[in-house]
């Protein structure tokens, strides 16, 4: 049994290649809750970003700094009251919170947060992200029928036009990242995550810097097209909130509510891992052609540790800015407490089997922590775009980008 | 990846289809038929995953539960459902139904009796890793003529609907 | 003048729907019907949505009705009245000071035009003149005004379209606007600031001062406001064209304020019949080309830097002296009826007051520019789509207090 | 100006003259569409900018409706009045400027009275089922509590 559990961890493949149930439900567990977290995280980000941005400070009360601001919140939505409208069509009102909370927790089998670090790889890792992620569609428009009301209805149908559109933007770019695969020596594409990255490696480039300009231009489609699908600023018609109050969520409240924006959130991770799987190397450190050499791969390992230890010294010097007084003491003690854990964790990551074995992670969350915070800056900054314009951007402007991406990526590539 | 427990997939799956399937017929609301439907492919995907064919099992997912059925909710919600609530469920073709049925389960008969020789033996099964790259030298080789004329054929429905659906061209 | 034929407004619309072929023919008195012409068999049918009276995006209590077809309007309707409180028969009940804390409650992102509208007003019944020195601090504290409110608007409208950050931007910067207010009169936003006759209080020391300053911090947060959005590729997308409404559409319906002078007409009370100190000062009239969105969005944002010109001018050359008239204890005007407008930040803001000689007024009726402005919703945005309508709601700058009153 | 219309109209026009620098006249009720079409077509008074009304209950013909009129031209205002009785018609000025529409509206629903002609004669600030114009000097708001208690608290002393 031991030996089961040890053989994984000197193996070199995804628990689910390896056929190791064991590790696969253990990797499961494990990125339910770091996404839980993760959106958590984020939630209270947004905010503290947002709020800076706008020259305000955002929740300040609920622990320091509003630390704890999310779960309060969460603690919130779990004990209101759960309405359903007596006209609403009960199975799918109550069907749709789940279908997009699942459709959006599915696709994290295959996101490679590391060369070993997924629940397996398939060979159409891809296919399958971007299908299962299109699924999600679906709950959209369950919430908005079910609910019975024209809000939630124009927002669904808002929302399905505008996610099918994208989506054939968006599968174009992919595409032609998936093109820059088989443009290695062996000459074999790939559709596996861990291929992909597997090949920027082999290429020794970024496929964002691939073919240059025509990479960047694929990056950028997918990178409009993502925040498109995701329905957030300046796309997110289909809850705006000036126009349709809430969109297709309108009706929701509590713990239904609270589901959609679980899944959300953990969609914005999953198209900006797919964005950085395709794009940005993955779990590929910066560099990791020019700077070689053992010094390098040990700095390079040592700045997981070392920016966790820097959060823990932000965290610190917060606890030395805060009120003498006794009011603050909780506030003091709690936000030394989590530097502390901050701290705990930097140190753990020097330990040289976890560093070299949680790096790949490190490297792949940070990417997609950028993107994240670009999705925090469009919202502060761009005004919502109206329903025909984004279809002209979809129709007009990303398709035919798309298409003649695609077309010259394969051109280049023969010639 | 090794299958697992695959008979009790197998099983699963396929009642599965069949129930979305029945349910698609039966319910009253063209919606929830939708959603039936929805249901009856996804668990199709999953058949044609045990079958080894990824590929076919990721676009049937993409193209017809991401896409096709998203288009069919989408009319199926703008059309006055009441009108079609009130309307009789099934038609009055026994005869038609009949024959259709008829020949249906007489072709599936034929098929359980003879079993595995009335297919092909040749055909070696594909590996799994090579799937997707088999299905595209097929499609862009052997069937590169029929390929092209289904995708004529799709541009020709598209030309049609925007006329129909235009007001002014 | 064959313009003003009966059917003015769906002349043009059939016009446009010749040229542009989006705006549909569709006959004023029939207008929530859906015309059946041009359909083929594959429309849906059309959608009724209530958008309001509880609805983010209305500026408090406006319920529109809206017809749409898709995503497009057919029709609206706009159901007011939710904030009535009858100002107007409030008003035949007070005597004439009385009744001058209430107009700040009409148009109360504004309240300081409105008491100066008042107070001028019957003023002007009375036979008396404020003042010279009131008049200059009347123009200070009413274009301050006039700035907050246009802030306020600033700040909502870009919120209705999507953008969230200008209106922190603009709160903060409002909230230096209501400092000055809290400091002259105890009131923040209901200031009752004027007195009939003048002003109630002298400024506080350093007042003009401070003005200055914030004078001199505001210029540049207009330049940041402008920054974020005038060549913002998605706001002028969403603003360009949007709501369009010509000239004489305007004077037809009686539309005033920023909404008259972005389709073009340099028209402003301030200059067209001075009041108060307004004459003294050199500034301009903006005036928008396309009547659209967008122009009104420049005109507002020129028409604060004109603001701050003429504050800049006011405190500058303040003169000495009393700040009240000498008005009779009890006013008791003489029979008879006058009308008095001023500029408010929306519009021609008028009372028309008709004396029976006793101290309370037979009759106070307010025209009210927000209501007047209100009526031209329906026709800017036939033809658009939803996201419009909250768009035109929000460049139209009503005030529900104002249109209910 | 207002020569030439009283030597057209003589008798219709029964007062035209200014009070603290603001031109008004009084006009025949019947006189209204003529003289109002007049000073839009012909003196360019383009601009309605308000309608309304006064109550007087003692006189015979108890409301006097105002038209204030503005030229953007001549950069003036004018005040057209005219008096009518209770349950009389006046025709609607919406065919002259689309603006008199809500302010007709209005009108109706404070003081009662109908204009002939206007496309959309109904309610516009309070609700629809509201009882009685309560901008009319008799209209007595105590009264207007008392009912609303007594029919909907089932109160009998209406406090």
């Known amino acids: ?79 209101k009251e759960d309405i359903m409208p007596a006209e609403a069509d009960k199975f799918v009102f109550w069907m749709a919170p789940l279908v997009v909370v699942m459709t959006a927790f599915t696709v994290f089998v295959v996101v490679p947060f590391g060369a070993t670090h997924a629940v397996t790889d398939m060979n159409i890792g891809i296919l399958f992200m971007v299908g299962v992620s299109s699924l999600s ?168 540790g070392l920016s966790f230890l820097a959060f823990a010294a932000m965290c610190f010097l917060g606890v030395f800015r805060m009120p003498k007084h006794r009011a603050f003491r909780m506030q003091t003690m709690g936000l030394a407490g989590f530097g502390v854990l901050l701290g705990g964790i930097g140190l753990l990551l020097f330990v040289p089997p976890v560093r070299y074995r949680v790096q790949d992670i490190f490297w792949f ?23 025909d314009q984004l279809m002209k951007v979809g129709w007009k402007v990303l398709l035919p980008l798309g298409i003649g991406v695609l077309v010259l990526t394969a051109g280049v590539g023969v010639l | 990846m090794q299958p697992v427990a695959t008979t009790f997939f197998f099983y699963f799956l396929a009642a599965l289809t069949l129930a979305g399937g029945v349910l698609v017929i039966t319910r009253k609301n063209p919606v929830h038929s939708a959603l039936a439907l929805i249901i009856a492919l996804l668990a199709q995907a999953g058949l044609y995953l045990m079958l080894y064919a990824p590929f076919v099992a990721g676009v049937q997912i993409i193209l017809y539960a991401g896409g ?39 072709l599936f008969i034929t098929i359980f009796v003879r079993g595995r020789a009335i297919f092909p033996v040749h055909i070696a099964a594909v590996a799994e890793e090579s799937n997707t790259q088999e299905i595209g030298l097929m499609l862009y080789g052997n069937y590169m003529f029929t390929f092209e004329i289904a995708s004529l054929l799709l541009l020709v429905a598209i030309i049609g609907a925007v006329v129909m659906a235009k007001k002014r061209i | 003048m064959s313009f003003y034929e009966e059917t003015t407004i769906h002349k043009r619309m059939d016009a446009t729907a010749g040229a542009a072929g989006s705006v549909k023919t569709i006959d004023r008195t029939s207008h929530l019907e859906l015309d059946h012409h041009d359909k083929t068999f594959l429309d849906t049918n059309e959608l009724v949505i209530n958008m309001g009276p509880q609805h983010p995006a209305t500026h408090g209590v406006l319920r529109v009705i809206l017809k749409l077809d898709g995503e497009k309007v057919l029709g609206t309707e706009c159901v007011i009245g939710y904030l009535h409180r009858g100002v107007e028969k409030i008003a035949e009940h007070r005597t004439y000071t009385m009744f001058n804390p209430y107009v700040d409650r009409m148009d109360y992102v504004a309240a300081v035009s409105n008491g100066l509208g008042y107070c001028e007003a019957v003023e002007k019944l009375l036979n008396v003149q404020a003042p010279p020195r009131a008049n200059y601090i009347r123009v200070i504290l009413t274009e301050l005004n006039r700035l907050a409110s246009h802030m306020l608007w600033l700040g909502t409208h870009a919120l209705d379209i999507g953008a969230i950050t200008p209106l922190f931007y603009t709160f903060r910067d409002r909230e230096e606007i209501l400092k000055i207010f809290e400091k002259y009169c105890g009131a923040r936003l209901t200031t009752h600031a004027f007195r009939i006759g003048g002003c109630s209080y002298e400024t506080y020391d350093g007042f003009e001062r401070e003005v200055v300053n914030f004078v001199n911090f505001v210029t540049p947060k207009i330049d940041e406001y402008e920054e974020l959005l005038t060549t913002n590729r998605i706001w002028v997308e969403r603003t360009k064209g949007v709501g369009p409404i010509t000239a004489r559409e305007c004077v037809a319906l009686g539309v005033t304020g920023p909404v008259l002078r972005a389709s073009g007409v340099k028209w402003d009370l301030r200059k067209a019949q001075p009041y108060a100190a307004y004459s003294d000062f050199d500034f301009d009239i903006p005036v928008g080309e396309n009547g659209d969105t967008y122009d009104r969005y420049l005109v507002r944002m020129q028409e604060m830097r004109q603001s701050l010109r003429i504050i800049e001018q006011a405190v500058g050359k303040i003169p000495a002296g009393p700040i009240m008239a000498k008005v009779p204890k009890v006013i008791k005007p003489a029979v008879g009826e006058i009308y008095h407008s001023i500029e408010a930040p929306k519009g021609e803001l008028g009372y028309f007051i008709v004396s029976d000689g006793s101290t309370q007024p037979y009759r106070i009726r307010v025209r009210p520019p927000s209501f007047v402005n209100l009526q031209a919703l329906d026709m800017m945005v036939r033809g658009q789509l939803v996201a419009d309508v909250i768009a035109v709601i929000g460049t139209l700058d009503i005030v529900l207090g104002e249109v209910d009153r | 100006m207002i020569a030439k219309l009283k030597g057209q109209y003589g008798s219709g026009i029964h007062e035209a003259s200014t009070y603290l620098g603001q031109n008004y006249m009084i006009v025949e009720s019947a006189m209204i569409p003529e003289i109002l079409q007049i000073l839009r077509d012909e003196e360019q008074f383009d601009y309605c900018v308000d309608i309304t009304t006064m109550h007087y209950p003692e006189q015979e013909k108890q409301f006097e409706i105002v038209w204030i009129l503005y030229s953007f031209a001549r950069n003036e205002r004018i005040r057209v009045k005219t008096a009518i009785a209770d349950g009389e018609e006046i025709p609607s000025a919406v065919p002259l400027w689309p603006a008199a529409n809500w302010l007709e509206r209005e009108v109706y629903d404070m003081f009662g009275i109908r204009f002939q002609g206007h496309p959309d004669m109904k309610r516009i600030l309070l609700p629809d089922g509201w009882k009685g114009h309560p901008l009319r000097k008799d209209y007595g708001i105590i009264q207007q509590d008392r009912d609303w208690v007594q029919i909907n608290l089932g109160i009998e002393s209406g406090q």
Request: proline fraction near 4%; avoid cysteine.
């Open chain 1, 137 to 304: 569609v679906l709950g959209i428009v369950m919430a908005g029928w079910a609910s019975n009301s024209h809000y939630p209805l124009i927002g669904a149908l808002r929302s399905s036009a505008q996610m099918v559109s994208y989506e054939i933007a968006m599968g174009l770019a992919v595409v032609s990242a998936i093109l820059m695969t088989s443009l290695n020596s062996a000459g074999t594409g790939t559709l596996s995550m861990i291929g992909i990255v597997q090949a920027q490696q082999a290429q020794h480039v970024w496929f964002v810097f691939k073919f240059f300009p025509l990479g960047m231009i694929a990056f950028f489609i997918f990178a409009i097209a993502m925040v498109a699908e995701t329905n957030r600023a300046p796309f997110d018609l289909p809850e705006a909130e000036s126009e349709l109050t809430a969109g297709f969520h309108t009706e929701y409240s509590g713990f239904r509510w609270s589901l959609f924006f679980l899944a959300e959130y953990s969609a914005m991770i999953a198209v900006s891992s797919i964005a950085v799987t395709l794009w940005l190397g993955g779990w590929l450190r910066p560099f990791s052609n020019s700077l070689t050499g053992d010094t390098w791969e040990m700095v390079f390992s040592l700045i997981p």
């Open chain 1, 1 to 79: 049994m031991l030996d089961y559990i040890t053989s994984y961890l000197r193996s070199d493949t995804t628990p689910g290649q390896a056929g190791n149930i064991l590790w696969a439900v253990v990797y499961i567990f494990l990125i339910f809750a770091g996404l839980s977290v993760a959106v958590i995280a984020m939630n209270w980000l947004e905010r503290k970003i947002l709020a800076h941005m706008q020259v305000r400070l955002g929740p300040m009360r609920v622990g320091p700094h509003g630390l704890l601001q999310p779960i309060a919140d969460a603690l919130k939505l779990l004990i």
């Open chain 2, 68 to 106: 096709i059925m998203v288009l069919f909710l989408f009319v199926i919600m703008l059309v006055n459902l009441e009108r079609s609530q009130r309307e009789e469920q099934f038609n009055k073709q026994w005869l038609l139904g009949i024959i259709a049925a008829t020949a249906l389960g007489a």
């Open chain 1, 365 to 387: 969350s940070a990417k997609v922590a950028i993107s994240m915070y670009m999705y925090i800056w469009y919202r502060g900054t761009f005004p919502r775009y109206r329903f």
